[in-house]
C-alpha cells in the first residue's frame, strides 16, 4: 500500500500533500435485563487526501483505494482549496515516521469468536443480575482494528495497525423506590490479556455491584469547599476534560485560560502533568498513538512541570505558529475525518507517596471514586459527577455518601495539592472524546489531594 500511495502522490501539484488510507473493523455486543441488545460487525475502508497549496488547506476523501477515486479525491481537495482565502500558513518540521508500527499485543483479540465475545457479556449481566438487591443490569463488550497507511510528500512512510478492546458494566440496585446505579470498565491498546490488566470481568462485575449495594444506603452530602483525595479516575478526568483542552493549540489561539501563560505556574510544584502517545508507567493505555495522522512520531509531551507550564499539545500547523516542535497531536478518527489537535494518554505523574501513608496523614478528606459525566470550559472551570464518595476521617475511611459533584477551576485545584501517591492507573480506557469527531483517549495518574467544592443535597 505503501509503494501504491508514493506512486500516486508523485502526481500531486502542491506544496505539501497527505493520503491517509485507514481500514477499521469494529466488532460490538451487549446484554441488557438478559437478553442479547446488540451484535455487529462493521467494517469502513477509504482514503483521506490532505493538501497545502500557497498557504491554503483543502480536504477531500472517498471509500476504498482505487486509483480513479484517490485521484478524483485529490481533485477535489485542490478545488477546496482554491477557494479558500489566501494565508501564510505552514507546517514546521517534524520527525517523520517510516516503516510499520504496531503496539505490544498479548493474545489477540482476533484469537477469540463472536460467539466467545457474547458469551463473556452474558456471564457478566447475569452475574450482576444475580446480586442482592440489583434490580437490573447491562453489559458491553467493543472492539477496534485499525491499520493505516500514510505517505506525505516530506517524507512520512507509515503502516500502521491497532487494536482497541473495552468492557463495560453498569449495575442498577433498588430497595423499595430508592434506585442507585454505578458503572465499572476496561479499556486498552493491545490484546484480549492486556485488557484485564487490573483484572479479570468477575473483580470488575463484582466491584461495580459492591457500589452499588454500598450506594443504596449512602447519604448525600453538605456542600463546601473542602480537602478531597482523587482517584485515578477523577484525576484522568480533570486532567483531560479540565487541563488538556485548554493547552490544545487550538483551543489556545482561540483565547484558552493557559493562552500567554508558558513559563508561568499554573499548579502545585508536587504537579507534573503530561500528553503521552506511548503507554508510560504501565502498558496498554486506550489512547495509545504511536505515529499521529500527519505522520509524525509520538513522545511525551510534558505539559506541567513541578507546577510550571511548558507546553501546549501541536499539529504541524500550529507548532509552525508557535515556533516549537511539533507534539504529535493530530488525530483522524476515520479517513473521512481531517486531522485535528487532539489528546492521547494524559495524566498527573505519581509521587513518592504510598496511598496507605496518604491516608493515614489525612486529618480530614472526601475520597472521590467513579467518574461520572458533567462539563469543563475553556477558562478551566468544571463541574463533574462522582459516583462515590467516603469520609475519611483521622486516616480511617468513615462514612460514604452518594449524589456527590466536584466544581471549580482546575489549576486552581492543582495549586492546592499538596500529596500525591506513588499507585498509578491508566482509569478511562473505555469510550471516546468528542471534540467536534470521536477519538479513543485515556486518563489517569495517582491518587492526589487537594482542595475543591463539594456539591450534594439532604436525602
Wanted: hydrophobic residues 40%; proline residues 3%.
Amino acid at each position: 500500500m505503501i509503494s501504491y500511495l508514493k506512486e500516486i502522490l508523485a502526481h500531486v501539484p502542491a506544496d505539501y500533500a497527505e493520503l491517509r488510507y485507514h481500514e477499521r473493523r469494529v466488532n460490538a455486543v451487549s446484554v441488557r435485563k438478559g437478553e442479547p441488545e446488540a451484535a455487529q460487525a462493521n467494517h469502513l475502508a477509504g482514503v483521506g487526501v490532505r493538501l497545502l497549496d500557497s498557504g491554503r488547506w483543502g480536504f477531500s476523501s472517498t471509500p476504498g483505494s482505487k486509483r480513479a477515486d484517490i485521484m478524483r479525491a485529490i481533485g477535489d481537495a485542490a478545488t477546496a482549496a482554491k477557494a479558500m482565502s489566501r494565508t501564510k500558513k505552514t507546517l514546521a518540521k517534524a520527525k517523520l515516521a517510516k516503516g510499520e508500527f504496531h503496539p505490544p499485543v498479548e493474545d489477540p483479540v482476533e484469537n477469540h469468536s463472536l460467539e466467545e465475545r457474547l458469551e463473556l457479556v452474558k456471564k457478566a449481566e447475569a452475574k450482576a443480575r444475580r446480586s442482592k438487591k440489583v434490580a437490573s443490569a447491562s453489559s458491553a463488550y467493543i472492539e477496534y482494528l485499525d491499520k493505516k497507511a500514510i505517505v506525505t510528500s516530506d517524507g512520512a512512510e507509515v503502516l500502521l495497525t491497532d487494536v482497541k478492546p473495552e468492557f463495560r458494566i453498569t449495575v442498577v440496585a433498588a430497595e423499595g423506590t430508592n434506585m442507585v446505579t454505578a458503572s465499572e470498565f476496561a479499556g486498552a491498546t493491545g490484546g484480549w490479556k492486556d485488557l484485564w490488566r487490573y483484572g479479570a470481568w468477575e473483580e470488575i462485575v463484582e466491584k461495580a455491584v459492591k457500589r452499588a449495594q454500598r450506594l443504596l444506603s449512602a447519604e448525600f452530602p453538605k456542600g463546601g469547599r473542602m480537602k478531597v483525595i482523587l482517584s485515578p479516575e477523577m484525576v484522568g478526568l480533570i486532567s483531560h476534560e479540565a487541563i488538556g483542552h485548554t493547552v490544545e493549540a487550538d483551543f489556545v489561539l482561540a483565547g484558552a485560560i493557559t493562552k500567554g501563560k508558558i513559563g508561568k505556574r499554573v499548579a502545585s510544584e508536587l504537579v507534573t502533568l503530561a500528553d503521552s502517545g506511548p503507554s508510560v508507567h504501565i502498558p496498554g493505555a486506550s489512547g495509545t498513538l504511536l505515529v499521529d495522522d500527519e505522520g509524525v512520531m509520538t513522545e511525551r509531551t510534558v505539559i506541567i512541570e513541578n507546577g510550571i507550564l511548558k507546553s501546549y499539545l501541536h499539529n504541524r500547523e500550529s507548532a509552525a505558529s508557535f515556533g516549537v516542535a511539533p507534539t504529535g497531536n493530530a488525530r483522524a478518527y476515520e479517513y473521512s475525518d481531517e486531522p485535528i489537535i487532539r489528546m492521547r494518554n494524559t495524566y498527573i505523574e505519581p509521587g513518592e507517596m504510598s496511598l496507605e501513608k496518604l491516608l493515614a496523614s489525612t486529618d480530614r478528606a472526601l475520597l472521590l471514586e467513579g467518574a461520572g459525566g458533567g462539563q469543563a470550559d475553556a477558562n478551566a472551570e468544571f463541574m463533574f459527577g462522582v459516583q462515590e464518595a467516603t469520609l475519611i476521617e483521622k486516616g480511617k475511611r468513615k462514612k460514604t455518601f452518594r449524589g456527590v459533584t466536584i466544581s471549580g477551576n482546575a489549576f486552581d485545584v492543582l495549586a492546592s495539592v499538596d500529596a500525591i501517591s506513588k499507585e498509578f492507573r491508566w482509569a478511562l480506557g473505555a469510550g471516546h472524546c468528542g471534540k467536534f469527531q470521536r477519538a479513543k483517549v485515556d486518563a489517569g495518574g495517582a491518587y492526589v489531594r487537594c482542595e475543591a467544592i463539594i456539591g450534594g443535597r439532604h436525602g
